[in-house]
């Protein structure tokens, strides 16, 4: 099977509804399937990944929890964009700090969220084969 | 590698067509299709926040979805063509990849 | 070119899954194939027997079965997603203790690995809703 870049574009709250877990799991099985998995969380959606959720509080799943598991996954891309960070008043420091390990560094415990501008991001989109939105 | 944006929902219901213009390059082209159409309107289009006439991008509406909704073409911005189903899939295979906003 | 299509909402809350059959009538009549059709999120109730809107409004599930008999679609209903929503075949819902079952009988239950393999073997990924 060809390998190719699939991204997938969360732009929903993680607790307005069950998309974003939806969302996740559509990731989680495209990993089985050994393609080029990049996540990329704009607008509304970097509230997904918002440390200290307590979703117990409102009967939801806690989908930022579940998040850690990518990097178990091979998932290791999860672009953030900075502009809606900052039009939300947030910062790096206010995300869940997603690791895994980096097979192109000797395995070694890397980070797996990066920053991008918006302009950034949008090329990335344009260089992909498959776009899902959630 | 160019992409295909398509947006359903009325400027005024959410922010898709906010998220897509602000991110859509100049070798795009979106379509605007179901309530997505309203947006195609003269006075929504020349609104300060969306401006579609100052779009470097192609813009398409589905014509069935403004007749539907009882919008008349003169009623809409000369920027946006309209099309119709077998114009949309010809433009899905014309681009690289369709971004879906939702 | 072969497209593969997913649908997300929700019949009774968006045209989408109407939007959907539109485009791929259109695919299909101007020569190309459709790998698969697949029904997730909201969507997965199009594929209920159940459903009984009024006399006079169109049952767009009937006419994707037209369609994918016209054509020999494949019409895919994720399974996660139909069980959350009350959609089961009649294996899933004697397995589980349910009494009834409505699965339209045109329609497959599957996981989302058939989403996903749809999405990388055709040439175009085309969502609706």
């Known amino acids: 099977m060809a390998t190719k870049k699939i991204m997938y574009i969360n732009r929903a709250t993680p607790h307005g509804g ?10 989680l099985i495209s990993a089985a399937f050994d393609q080029d998995v990049a996540l990329a969380f704009i607008d509304d959606g970097v509230y997904q990944l918002l440390k200290g959720q307590q979703p117990e509080k409102s009967g939801s799943r806690n989908v930022a929890k579940s998040f850690a598991a990518l990097g178990d996954y091979d998932v290791r891309k999860v672009y953030v964009e900075q502009e809606s960070l900052a039009e939300r008043g947030l910062s790096e420091a206010d995300l869940v700090d997603l690791r895994h390990e980096n097979p192109e560094d000797d395995y070694r415990d890397t980070a797996s969220i990066r920053l991008i501008s918006r302009e950034k991001l949008a090329r990335l989109f344009s260089r992909q084969d498959v776009l899902f939105n959630f | 590698m160019a992409i295909l944006h ?24 979106v379509i605007l299709y179901e309530d997505g159409v309203y947006a195609a309107l003269d006075k929504i289009a020349q609104r300060p926040n969306i401006e579609l006439q100052k779009l470097d991008c192609k813009l398409y509406a589905v014509r069935d979805d403004c ?3 009882g ?3 003169t009623a809409l911005c ?11 899939v010809e433009l899905v295979t014309r681009y690289d990849v369709v971004q879906a906003w939702s | 070119m072969q497209f593969a299509i997913l649908i997300k909402s929700d019949p009774n809350q968006s045209p989408a899954v109407r939007s959907a059959l539109m485009f791929t009538r259109a695919a299909l009549e101007a020569g190309h194939s459709i790998q698969r059709v697949f029904f997730y999120q909201g969507a ?20 994707w079965s037209e369609l994918a008999a016209k054509y020999e679609l494949e019409l895919v209903v994720c ?32 996981g989302l690995g ?16």
């Not at chain 3, 996660?80 to 497959?108: F, M």
């Not at chain 3, 058939?114 to 809703?129: C, K, N, P, T």
């Open chain 1, 18 to 27: 069950i998309t974003a877990k939806e969302s996740l799991d559509v990731v």
């Open chain 2, 6 to 29: 398509t947006i359903n929902q009325s400027p005024d219901a959410g922010d898709q067509l906010r998220a897509c213009l602000s991110r859509a390059m100049p070798d795009s082209a």
């Open chain 2, 67 to 69: 007749e539907a909704r």
């Open chain 2, 71 to 73: 919008l008349q073409e």
């Open chain 2, 78 to 88: 000369k920027k946006v063509k309209l099309i119709d189903y077998p114009e949309f």
């Open chain 3, 44 to 63: 997965v109730t199009t594929a209920s027997d159940m459903l009984s809107p009024p006399q006079n409004e169109e049952r767009v599930g009937e006419l």
């Open chain 3, 79 to 110: 399974i996660a997603a139909a069980q959350r929503r009350g959609v089961w075949s009649e294996a899933e819902a004697g397995r589980l203790g349910y009494k009834a079952h409505n699965l339209r009988a045109d329609y497959s239950i599957s």
């Open chain 3, 114 to 129: 058939q989403l996903i393999e749809a999405s990388i073997e055709s040439d175009r990924l085309v969502s609706f809703g």
